[in-house]
């Protein structure tokens, strides 16, 4: 069971702030739920999507230099809030060429040289704060509670890598992208159940930008703005295909969602795990809301073996 869990994480930095006007406790509460349930998977390497990335116009991106390192950095916020992780450069080109075979269009991004870290800003630094806080808890925890090995519990210490992919500037038009994002969702789940190490599939993404009225609001309010968010809600809590394609996908091009196109490579995963490898999947949404002009959900997809 190589691919041990999915999970949504939206990347709004006011998440992270209590001291902001528009901090949100309840996401970020569920963000650090969802984070602390992933690391609890243990997992070898987590793959992130995010839309907000080093972005091609028309090839999905795999980052490639050895490490990266960013901040939640936006509009000159959030700077302290700074992240370096490990990415696993080896297992990203095995990744790059199992998805040229397919004929998914993906090319590797080499920052300056692989030697030196890929910048990271608040797309994919934001659930990745998260995650490595969470995994500082569960290092911490693991060395306090070494004496639990006697009882006969084995514990594995992991050292989580990750691969990254960058969605295309395209993807404006996510019903363009329809087949190319079924192929790699597909091709993701094989690829990951193949392996021995422990993966998790992270999809960075936020939800309808135009919730707001207000004058200042980067875009404007749009009536498709709520009930988008409720279609991606209901899919993330039944995995029904139709909230997501037919619901979600009729109001996307007016409410304006960064996340769809990871949306759509995710919900192609987890059909693939269920079709071709028999995989029961429990759907779980920790929290949705809009405190400004966009909306966010937390929401996790995991074997319905893992649910206690």
Same mark, same amino acid.
């Given at each position: +069971?190589?691919?041990?869990? #999915?999970?949504?994480?939206?990347?709004?930095?006011?998440?992270?702030?209590?001291?902001?006007?528009?901090? #949100?406790?309840?996401?970020?509460?569920? +963000?650090?739920?969802?984070?602390?349930?992933?690391?609890? %998977?243990?997992? @070898?390497?987590?793959?992130?999507?995010?839309?907000?990335?080093?972005?091609?116009?028309?090839?999905?991106?795999?980052?490639?230099?050895?490490?990266?390192?960013?901040?939640?950095?936006?509009?000159?916020?959030?700077?302290?809030?700074?992240?370096?992780?490990?990415?696993?450069?080896? +297992?990203?080109?095995?990744?790059?060429?199992?998805?040229?075979?397919?004929?998914?269009?993906?090319?590797?991004?080499?920052?300056? #040289?692989?030697?030196?870290?890929?910048? %990271? $800003?608040?797309?994919?630094?934001?659930?990745?704060?998260?995650?490595?806080?969470?995994?500082?808890?569960?290092?911490?925890? @693991?060395? @306090?509670?070494?004496?639990?090995?006697?009882?006969?519990?084995? $514990?594995?210490?992991?050292?989580?890598?990750?691969?990254?992919?960058?969605?295309?500037? $395209?993807?404006?038009?996510?019903?363009?992208?329809?087949?190319?994002?079924?192929?790699?969702?597909?091709?993701?789940?094989?690829?990951?159940?193949?392996?021995?190490?422990?993966?998790?599939?992270?999809?960075?993404?936020?939800?309808?930008?135009?919730?707001?009225?207000?004058?200042?609001?980067?875009?404007?309010?749009?009536?498709?703005?709520?009930?988008?968010?409720?279609?991606?809600?209901?899919?993330?809590? #039944?995995?029904?295909?139709?909230?997501?394609?037919?619901?979600?996908?009729?109001?996307?091009?007016?409410? %304006?969602?960064?996340?769809?196109?990871?949306?759509?490579?995710?919900?192609?995963?987890?059909?693939?795990?269920?079709?071709?490898?028999?995989?029961?999947?429990?759907?779980?949404?920790?929290?949705?809301?809009?405190?400004?002009?966009?909306? +966010?959900?937390?929401?996790?997809?995991?074997?319905?073996?893992?649910?206690?």
């Amino acid at each position: +069971m190589p691919l041990v869990g #999915s999970f949504v994480l939206p990347h709004g930095a006011l998440l992270l702030d209590e001291t902001k006007p528009i901090y #949100s406790e309840q996401l970020n509460r569920a +963000m650090k739920e969802a984070a602390r349930e992933l690391v609890q %998977l243990r997992p @070898d390497v987590v793959f992130l999507s995010t839309p907000h990335g080093i972005a091609l116009d028309s090839d999905f991106g795999l980052y490639l230099n050895q490490q990266a390192k960013g901040s939640a950095e936006w509009l000159g916020e959030y700077g302290e809030y700074a992240v370096q992780v490990q990415l696993n450069r080896s +297992m990203a080109l095995e990744l790059k060429s199992r998805l040229s075979e397919r004929g998914i269009g993906v090319s590797g991004i080499t920052s300056f #040289s692989s030697a030196v870290e890929s910048p %990271l $800003r608040w797309g994919e630094a934001v659930p990745l704060w998260f995650i490595e806080q969470a995994l500082k808890q569960q290092q911490q925890e @693991d060395e @306090d509670a070494e004496h639990e090995d006697e009882k006969g519990i084995e $514990r594995k210490t992991t050292t989580t890598t990750y691969i990254i992919l960058s969605q295309p500037t $395209r993807r404006i038009e996510p019903e363009q992208m329809a087949a190319d994002l079924r192929r790699l969702g597909e091709t993701i789940s094989a690829f990951f159940e193949e392996r021995t190490e422990r993966a998790v599939v992270a999809i960075s993404g936020d939800l309808a930008h135009t919730h707001s009225r207000s004058p200042d609001s980067p875009y404007p309010w749009s009536a498709t703005a709520q009930p988008f968010d409720e279609a991606i809600e209901a899919w993330a809590s #039944s995995l029904d295909e139709e909230r997501l394609v037919g619901g979600a996908g009729a109001l996307v091009r007016e409410a %304006l969602s960064c996340g769809y196109t990871g949306f759509l490579l995710l919900d192609a995963a987890l059909r693939h795990q269920q079709r071709a490898f028999g995989k029961t999947l429990t759907p779980k949404v920790y929290h949705r809301q809009a405190p400004t002009y966009y909306g +966010m959900i937390v929401s996790s997809f995991l074997p319905s073996s893992l649910v206690t």
